[in-house]
């Protein structure tokens, strides 16, 4: 199995009932605007886009009820990356 690491997802599509998501890597920021780079793709049915889902909210529960992380908490950078991706789809 092969890991690839990505900082975050450039673009959500779907095609015939398969999601896919794109992902990228922060390269370096810019006058706080991330440059990306291509990391890799995800292509999931809908229903395994729930079952993610939901295993990503029980992740992200626990590691707010261990005080790891705030509700909320997202890296200036990765909210950039999220609101250019959703400029793009718009």
Known sequence: MQTIYADGIANIILIDGVLRL?????TQIE???PNVRP?????MSLQGLIRTHGQLSQVIDKLVAD??????DAPAALDAVSADAA???A
């Open 22 to 26: 794109d992902l990228v890597n922060i």
């Open 31 to 33: 006058n706080e605007k």
């Open 39 to 43: 990391a890799g793709a995800v292509a």
């Open 67 to 72: 005080g790891i992380l705030k509700k909320g």
């Open 87 to 89: 400029a793009a789809n």
